[in-house]
């Protein structure tokens, strides 16, 4: 069992920035894919960054350049920095494990973490 804490949320004004972060509970860490999804009022969820256990990283087009993904396995924590925030970037933001195992892959989700954009 893996078990997704995120914190880091909050309202910022247009062009500020924020660091999300990520932590997980377990030993399965850092064998763990994670990614950071979001979804707003009455859109669909969106895949917003991942990182895999070998620190390969990806990004949606339209974070790529602003958002930055990373980990630190000794702290079992994912991070996401966010710049040049956008009110289109206004969301609940969750945390994402997929842990692969004997019997196929595990899917873990945190409760979320709500980032507002607004002047």
């Known amino acids: 069992q893996v078990q997704l804490v995120e914190s880091g949320g909050g309202l910022v004004q247009p062009g500020g920035s924020l660091r999300l972060s990520c932590v997980a509970s377990?030993?399965?860490?850092?064998?763990?894919?994670i990614r950071w999804y979001r979804q707003a009022p009455g859109k669909q969820r969106e895949l917003v960054a991942g990182?895999?256990?070998?620190?390969?990283?990806g990004y949606g087009d339209s974070v790529k350049g602003r958002f930055t993904i990373s980990r630190d396995n000794a702290k079992n924590t994912v991070y996401l920095q966010m710049i040049s925030l956008k009110p289109e970037d206004t969301a609940v933001y969750y945390c994402?494990?997929?842990?692969?195992?004997?019997?196929?892959?595990?899917?873990?989700w945190g409760q979320g973490t709500q980032v507002t954009v607004s002047s």
């Open positions: 994402n494990a997929i842990v692969p195992g004997t019997q196929g892959e595990s899917d873990y």
């Open positions: 377990g030993s399965s860490f850092s064998i763990a894919t």
């Open positions: 990182i895999t256990a070998g620190g390969s990283s």
